[in-house]
C-alpha cells in the first residue's frame, strides 16, 4: 500500500528510448546541468533541447498545460520513443513553492512541436494568498500530534490535489507511533485555516490495516510451507586461490531460500575467503539485516557476509535465509525491468536497489520505503504471520511502487486514521505493483515458484491466494471488485485495484475459462461480452507505455483507459488488434467513454 510521497524530490533527468515491442532500450544518464538534461539521444537532438521545447511549449499552451505566471517547471523525466515523439515528466513549483498535485507531462514530435499534455491538475494552482496565518512552529506542533512523531522544518507549498490550491505546510514527521512498524511520515496542513489536509505514511505497506484487522477478526493465521532443503554433500567451500586476485571480484555463490528453493546469487568476493551479499552486476544491489530494529537508514543495516559463499538453510533457523529470498526477489525484480523495457533500476538512474531483512521486532509486513529507498521486510509477529514476508512477488509488488513512485506519482486521494488508503489513483497504483509483480514470476520462471497471475499464492492464505487478476472479487478477504462503478471512486486501494488488474488480464488472456502454465483461470465481463486476449507481451508493453508516459498523480479509470489506447497506438497503431483489445478490455470491466464522469468531459 503506498503512501503519498509528498516531499522534496532530488531531481535528475532519465533519457529513455523504447521499442515498439515490449523489449526495448534505455539511456539513464546522470543527472548535470539545470535539469541534468544534458545528454543526447539517439536521433542527435540533447535531452536538455527536449526540455527546453517542452517547458517553452507548456507555457505558450498554459489553457491546455494549466501553467500560469510564477510557475516553474523542473524536469523529472524525458522520454524518447523510437517511432520519434518526445515526452518530458515536470514537477512544478509556484513562486517558489512545490506544488503538490502539480506534475504533468508534456508531449512533442519529433521535431519538437507540441503535440498534447497529460496533467494532474485540471485547475489554476494560484492560492487565493500566499501570507500564512498559521506559524512554521504551529504547523510543526501540531503535525507532531497528529502524526504522533518529532516533527522536522515545515516547508510552504500549495496543495494542489483536491481540485483546488491552497497554501499549506508539508512537515515530515519520524519516530512516529502511528503504525505497525514506527517510521516517517508527512503531514500537510492548511497555513490559512490549520486543517489537517493530508497524513499519509511514507512506507508502502503490503498488508493492509484493514487486511490485518480481518485476519485478526477471523483467526486467521499464515504460516507458508517452506521445507528445509538439505544441502548436497558436493557443496564444498570456496575453491583455492592458485594465482593473484585483486579485490573485490564477482563471484558466483548459492543461496537455500525460504521460497524459492536453491538459487544462484551473484555476489562480491572481498578477501580469499570472504565474500559480501552484494551484486556487481545489477548497480551493486545488496541485502543488510536490520537487526530487529526499525531502521530507515540502510547504511546502518548489518552486512551479510560469508566465508564460503553459501547462504541460508532454506529455515528460519538461519539468519541469512530471509536475506537469500529478499536478494534473490530484488534482482530478478531488477532483471524483468531491465530485460522487459530497459529500465536501468527502479528510478531507471543506474543505482542499486537495496533491501533489509529482520525489520523491526515482529513486524508482520513488508515496505517499499521511499525515504529509505529500500525495500523492509519484517520477521512477522509469531502469531498470525509466522515467516518472514519475503515472497517473490510480494517483492515484485512493492518494488514496483518504487518504479511508480520514480514516474506517476500515484497517489490514494484520502488516507484514514487506521492507515487505510482511499481513491482511484491508488487503487490503480497497487494494480499495477499486481500486474508488475505477476510479471516478476513470469519473468523468473522459478519452478519452486511457478509464475501465475495470482498474488500471494505462498502467503498460506485459506482462501490460497492474497488477490487474483482474472476474476478479482474471489478475493472475499479484502473485498477486490470486478467492475468500475461511481462507488469506486472512494473504494479502499487494494480493493479497487481489481478493476484495472482485471482489464490488464483481458487485454493479455480474454474472457473465460482456460489453463495456463497448470493454473486454472476464468474470467468474467461486465457486459458478458468475449475478450480474446493480445497475449502478455503486449499487454505488458501497453500498461508500462501509459504508465511511463500518459499517467500522472491523479489518473483515475477512465483517465487509465486514455493513456492505454494512446500506449497501444503508440507502439501497434491505432486501427490495430491490440489498439482494438483495449477499448474492449476495459469495457469489460465497464470503463466507457460513455459512462466517463461528466466532470472528466
Request: aromatic content about 6%; proline content about 4%; overall charge neutral.
Amino acid at each position: 500500500m503506498r503512501g503519498p510521497h509528498i516531499r522534496s524530490l532530488a531531481v535528475a533527468v532519465a533519457v529513455t528510448t523504447a521499442a515498439t515491442g515490449l523489449a526495448g532500450t534505455a539511456f539513464a544518464g546522470p543527472a548535470t546541468g539545470t535539469d541534468g538534461a544534458t545528454a543526447s539521444t539517439e536521433s542527435g537532438t540533447s535531452a536538455a533541447a527536449v526540455v527546453t521545447a517542452a517547458r517553452a511549449a507548456a507555457f505558450a499552451h498554459a489553457s491546455a498545460t494549466g501553467v500560469t505566471r510564477g510557475d516553474e517547471l523542473r524536469a523529472q523525466d524525458v522520454m524518447i520513443d523510437p517511432e520519434g515523439a518526445r515526452h518530458v515528466r515536470f514537477i512544478r513549483t509556484h513562486q517558489g513553492m512545490p506544488v503538490l498535485g502539480g506534475d504533468l507531462v508534456v508531449h512533442l514530435s519529433h521535431r519538437l512541436a507540441y503535440t498534447g499534455v497529460t496533467r494532474a491538475a485540471e485547475q489554476s494552482v494560484r492560492p487565493a494568498t500566499t501570507r500564512p496565518e498559521l506559524t512554521a512552529g504551529q504547523a510543526e506542533a501540531k503535525a507532531a500530534a497528529i502524526g504522533k512523531g518529532d516533527a522536522g522544518t515545515a516547508q510552504l507549498v500549495v496543495d494542489a490535489r483536491d481540485g483546488g490550491a491552497a497554501l499549506a505546510y508539508r512537515i515530515p514527521v519520524s519516530d512516529s507511533s502511528t503504525a505497525e512498524a514506527t517510521g516517517t511520515r508527512t503531514v500537510v496542513i492548511d497555513a490559512v485555516t490549520g486543517k489537517v489536509r493530508s497524513n499519509t505514511p511514507d512506507s508502502d505497506e503490503f498488508l493492509s490495516p484493514k487486511l490485518l484487522d480481518t485476519l485478526r477478526e477471523r483467526g486467521e493465521t499464515m504460516d507458508p510451507a517452506t521445507g528445509t532443503i538439505v544441502e548436497p554433500k558436493s557443496l564444498t567451500g570456496a575453491a583455492a586461490v592458485t594465482r593473484a586476485v585483486h579485490y573485490p571480484v564477482t563471484a558466483s555463490g548459492t543461496g537455500t531460500s525460504l521460497f524459492v528453493g536453491k538459487v544462484p546469487l551473484t555476489t562480491t568476493r572481498t578477501a580469499r575467503t570472504s565474500y559480501l551479499l552484494k551484486d556487481p552486476t545489477r548497480w551493486g544491489t545488496e541485502t543488510r539485516d536490520a537487526k530487529g530494529k526499525e531502521l530507515e537508514s540502510f547504511a546502518q543495516g548489518k552486512k551479510f557476509t560469508s566465508t564460503t559463499d553459501k547462504w541460508g538453510n532454506g529455515a528460519v533457523s538461519h539468519r541469512d535465509t530471509a536475506a537469500v529470498d529478499a536478494q534473490y526477489g530484488i534482482t530478478k525484480t531488477l532483471d524483468f525491468y531491465k530485460k522487459t523495457f530497459g529500465r536501468k533500476g527502479i528510478a531507471n538512474n543506474g543505482k542499486a536497489a537495496r533491501g533489509m531483512v529482520h525489520f523491526g521486532d515482529k513486524v508482520a509486513n513488508a515496505f517499499w520505503d521511499s525515504t529509505c529507498g529500500c525495500m523492509l521486510y519484517g520477521d512477522g509477529d509469531g502469531d498470525m504471520f509466522k515467516k518472514p514476508l519475503v515472497v517473490l512477488d510480494v517483492t515484485g509488488h512493492e518494488l514496483t511502487h518504487g518504479v511508480v513512485d520514480a514516474t506517476a506519482k500515484l497517489e490514494p486521494t484520502r488516507v484514514d486514521a487506521g492507515g487505510n488508503q482511499y481513491g482511484e489513483a491508488g487503487s490503480l497504483n497497487e494494480s499495477l505493483a499486481d500486474i508488475f509483480g505477476s510479471n516478476v514470476e513470469f519473468s523468473a520462471n522459478n519452478a519452486k515458484n511457478p509464475p501465475n497471475y495470482l498474488i500471494g499464492e505462498k502467503l498460506g492464505l485459506a482462501q490460497k491466494f492474497l488477490r487474483r487478476l482474472d476474476h478479482p472479487s474471489l478475493d472475499k478477504l479484502e473485498g477486490t471488485i470486478d467492475y468500475w462503478s461511481p462507488q469506486t471512486y472512494d473504494a479502499e486501494v487494494h480493493a479497487g485495484s481489481g478493476v484495472s488488474s482485471h482489464a490488464y488480464y483481458l487485454l493479455a488472456e480474454g474472457s473465460g475459462s482456460k489453463t495456463i502454465g497448470g493454473f486454472a483461470y476464468d474470467s468474467p465481463t461486465y457486459d458478458g461480452s468475449t475478450v480474446t486476449g493480445i497475449g502478455r507481451t503486449k499487454a505488458t508493453a501497453i500498461f508500462y507505455r501509459a504508465l511511463t508516459r500518459y499517467m500522472v498523480s491523479t489518473t483515475d479509470f477512465h483517465d487509465a483507459r486514455l493513456a492505454t489506447l494512446k500506449a497501444a497506438a503508440d507502439l501497434y497503431g491505432a486501427n490495430s488488434t491490440a489498439y482494438k483489445t483495449v477499448d474492449q478490455a476495459w469495457a469489460a470491466v465497464n470503463v466507457t467513454v460513455d459512462n466517463t464522469p461528466a466532470a472528466r468531459h
